[in-house]
C-alpha cells in the first residue's frame, strides 16, 4: 500500500474508531520514530535538587512542545517554573489539561547495573532472571519484554516521549482533538511539588480546563489498560529521640546510659499493631466504605500468592481484608532510620540520637493536620517531652525522655467518582485502543500533586497510567518495557482522538 494511501486509512480508522489494527501499526511506527528522542531525553540529568540540571530540562522541553506547534510559557516559582504548553483547535469548545512530569529521584550510580544512570541502556531478559545488556542498535527490532534503563525511564519521562510521539501521529494524519490542550509540565514531583499549590492559586485562569488527565505511575499489575480514579496524597515526619550528648564506650556504659535506638524502636513499635494496622487513637476516623465499594474493590484483579512470590515477603499486613481495601486507609511507613554507624564504619558505642524518617500516605477523608498533631500526641502519650527542635543541656537534665518531632504537608488525596464523565470518556478510548474494557481502580497507593488543580480549580482528575508496574522507580536499575512504550503512543493516541 501506497504511504499516501496507508494515511489516508489509518486517518479513517481514527475518524472512524473502527480498526484496531491500524491503531496497532500506527503507534508502533512512532514508537520507532520516537525512539531517538526519547534517548536524547533520558540523557539530560533531572535531580531537582540541581537547579542547573533543571534549566536543561525545561529548555528541552520547550524546545520539543514548541516544534509541535504548542506555544510554551513559563510559570515562575521561587525555586525552578512549570512550564504549561497550550495548543488550540478550530471548534473546540472544550479544554483538556494534561499533567506531565520531567524530573527524577536521585541517583546512586554504584548500585546501578551500568556505567551511568543518565545513560540508557537496552537490555533483554536472561535466562536467570536477570537483564542483559545488548547494543542499542538491536531497538530497530526490539521485542515488548526487553526494556531501556535509565533513571526517569518510567517515573517519568517515559509518558513525555509518549506523549510527543502521539503528537507526531497525530500531526502526520492532519488531524486535531475536538478539544483545546494545555499541558502542565512539573520539574519538582520528586520533592513533592513544593511550589504547586501558590502556582495554581496565582494562576487559576492560565490554567482553567474542563478536565485533568494525568499520564504518570505504573498500569496494574497484569499490565492492561488501566484507569485510576485517585491518589493518597502525602505528608512526611522526621522524628528523634536522644541519648548521651555524643556516643559513648558501649563497654564502659552498656547497661547504664540509656540507648536512643532502642527508645525510637520501642516508639515506633508502640504505633502500630502485629497486623500493621495504627494503633493511634482516631487515626481512621471519617472513613467508611459502603458494601457497593466494598465490591468494587474487591472485584479489581490482585493475585495476592504471586505478589508474595516476587516481593518474597511471608504475609501482607491486614488494614483491608485486600490489596485495595488496605490503600483505601492512610498509610504510617518508616521510610528509613538511622543511628550510630555499621557495617564497614561499626563502632562498639552507644549512640547519641536515633532518627527515624516518616512518610503518611493520606486519604480524602484525612485531615493531614489532624493526623500530624495525633501522631504527636502518641509520642506525648509515651512520656515524652515533644520539641521541634534539638533539647537544650537544662531540657535533657530534667526529662529522661526527649523527642523531636517535625512534619510537613506536601500535598492532599483527590478523587474522582468512576461513572463520572470524564471516566466515561476515557473508558471509551481506552476500549476502543485495545478492545477491551480497562481495569478501573477507585485509588492508587502512591502520591501524585494533583489535589491543588481538583481543589483550586474544581477539575475532575483522572490518572492514565501506562508504564510497567515492576520498573523500579525511585530505585537504581529504573525501566521502562518497550512494550508498554508502544501501547503507552496508542493509549494517548486513543484519548486525542475521543472526542468530548
Known sequence: MKKTTLLLALQSVLVFGQNQKALDKLAADYTQASLPLFQEVLSIPNDAFYPDWIEKNVLWSEENFGERGFKTERIPTPTVPLLLASKSFPGAEKTVLVYLQMDGQPVDPSRWSQKDPYTPVLKRPAANGAFEEIAWEKIADYQDDWRIFARSASDAKGPVAMFLAAMDALNALGKNPNYNLKVILDFEEELGSPQLPQAVIDNRALLAADYLVIFDGPMHRLNKPTLSFGARGIFTVELTTYGPIVPQHSGHFGNYVPNPAFKLAKLLASMKDDEGRVLIPGYYDGITLDEKTKATLKATPHNEAQLQELIQVGHFDRVGPNYQEA???????????????????????????AKAEIDVRIVKESDPERLAQLIKKHIEDQGYLVLDREPTKEERLAHPKIATYTYEISYQSFRTPMDSPIGNWLQRALVRAFGEAPIRVRMSGGSIPISPFVNTLDLPAVAVPTVNRDNNQHSPNENLRLGNYRDGIKTILAILTEEL
Open 327 to 353: 490503600i483505601q486507609y492512610p498509610s504510617l511507613n518508616v521510610r528509613g532510620m538511622q543511628s550510630g554507624w555499621i557495617n564497614e564504619k561499626v563502632r562498639t558505642i552507644i549512640p547519641a540520637w
